[in-house]
């Protein structure tokens, strides 16, 4: 992974207040010699907590996407949606998703207990969910949907930011790639999920099988939500039970060296709200952020997707189960090309060749109606995630030295590429179908110039004369 500026270098603050190194414990000799062992062991046991905010991750895209698939099953009939309604209940999740990102990274940097919030959300999150499965009408959904994008928008954001309070620069890639394929996977096994739930359970109790989707999976978010609290880690400054003393002490410890080792100025104390203010002010947040919000435009697919596989004709059984492959393919990719980044320090290249092929796909899928071709323009399209997952990754290297800056860019980039999909969520009108050619052609207009706000951030750090290995890092 690249550890060194984009777009220039910049002053840059003390990792945090908690965690001064005259606060911090140092390693004995004995510790230093077998320092590789320890680490090894604290990693492994990183991984495995990190493995389940995967799971979380997972139930919290599914939760935001299964009125897609409630829509083939009478979601739209049952509460008598008209014209756009459907597009606007889709949209206005990223309405309160936008509104809490940054104030909840903020409240989450000042917290001992980040694995007690999380959770806690998650438990919000799970309720609501069960609730829009017993809401009688179109408006109480609406403001259901609007009250889910607002918890659920603690997640992930937070879950970034916590990946950077453990992981230095050159594990992130990875950890974050593991993270983000929870959506593609949310994608592939959702679907699965969804089409038994849909159609075993319709008619049970007198209920519609819509319904019994939502009270199925607000239930399991729920349940493992409850595990979440003693499983999810808190922060390196605060006790960890599951850590050894010496990999308490070696935590802390790399996070220390991590700011020194990219800290060419003078540190200053970040106090209050500085970190917010500072990232407001940064205008690579702001330009990041623009690239960003085209960048999920142009994914705005992936909300449709089963509407975009029933264009193919076939049944709803087998449109849902036609949805798994193409994200089981996106999310081995995913890994594959986050790894390669990480290995190469390269971010740009990484970030536009999936947008490339993703752009091949919407081509082929206005082409033609052939099924079996815009089959293969699916498999296209779910390349195209990995280029997010990639770009978070540039954002967190490149404001990675300041605690509070970092909890505060990490959440207002993530927040603006949300308007992406409050704007892109119209993109796909039903009178658009089932060719939807006017779709794709908007989401090939987004990803160019989603490549060309990256390229002009890659241009510009060549043009400072910073080599290779040696941008990314504010």
Request: hydrophobic fraction near 50%.
């Amino acid at each position: 992974m690249s550890d060194r500026p984009l777009l220039g270098a910049g002053n840059s603050s003390r990792y945090g207040a908690s965690d001064r190194s005259r606060d911090s414990p140092v390693l004995s000799e004995f510790d230093e010699q077998n320092r590789q062992m320890v680490e090894k062991r604290l990693l492994r046991k990183l991984d495995f907590r990190v493995g389940f905010l995967v799971l979380i991750y997972i139930m919290n895209c599914i939760d935001r996407t299964n009125a897609a698939a409630a829509r083939l099953r009478g979601f739209e009939e049952d509460l008598g949606m008209t014209g756009n309604q459907f597009n606007t209940l889709m949209s206005i999740f990223y309405v309160g998703y936008l509104l809490t990102q940054a104030p909840s990274n903020m409240f989450l940097d000042r917290m001992t207990r980040p694995s007690l919030y999380l959770s806690s959300c998650m438990a919000t999150w799970g309720a609501i969910t069960v609730f829009i499965g017993v809401a009688q009408t179109y408006h109480a959904i609406l403001i259901l949907r609007f009250m889910l994008g607002f918890v659920e928008a603690a997640f992930f954001p937070g879950a970034i930011f916590l990946l950077s309070r453990w992981y230095k620069r050159n594990e992130l890639g990875f950890r974050t790639a593991l993270l983000a394929c929870g959506s593609s996977i949310s994608n592939a096994f959702g679907a699965l999920v969804a089409s038994g739930i849909l159609v075993s359970l319709d008619g049970t109790l007198g209920f519609a099988g819509w319904r019994w989707l939502f009270f199925v999976e607000g239930t399991l978010t729920t349940v493992v939500a409850l595990s979440a609290i003693w499983i999810l880690p808190d922060f390196p400054s605060s006790p960890n039970a599951w850590l050894l003393s010496d990999e308490q002490t070696l935590a802390k410890r790399r996070m220390e060296e991590e700011v020194a080792g990219g800290n060419e100025h003078k540190s200053t104390p970040v106090t209050g709200w500085s970190g917010l203010v500072e990232a407001i002010m940064d205008w690579k947040v702001w330009w990041l952020g623009a690239a960003l919000i085209l960048m999920e435009a142009s994914l705005s697919f992936r909300l449709f997707f089963p509407t975009l596989s029933a264009t193919m004709g076939y049944n709803l059984t087998i449109t849902l189960l036609l949805c798994a492959p193409p994200w089981i393919l996106g999310t081995a990719t995913s890994f594959l090309v986050a790894r390669h980044s990480d290995a190469t320090g390269d971010r740009f290249w990484h970030t536009a060749c999936p947008l490339f092929v993703a752009i091949v796909g919407f081509m082929i899928a206005i082409s033609t109606m052939n099924a079996a071709v815009r089959y293969l323009s699916l498999f296209l399209m779910a390349q195209a995630p990995v280029a997010h997952i990639v770009s978070l990754t540039w954002v967190m290297n490149t404001f990675s030295q300041s605690q509070s800056k970092r909890a505060a860019a990490i959440a207002l980039v993530n927040a603006m590429s949300s308007l992406g999909y409050i704007g892109s969520s119209y993109f796909w009108p039903s009178r658009w179908g089932p060719s939807y050619v006017n779709s794709y052609g908007l989401c090939i207009l987004t990803s160019t110039i989603s490549i060309v706000m990256f390229w002009l951030a890659e241009a510009k750090e060549q043009a400072l004369g910073l080599p290779k290995g040696f941008r990314y890092l504010l």
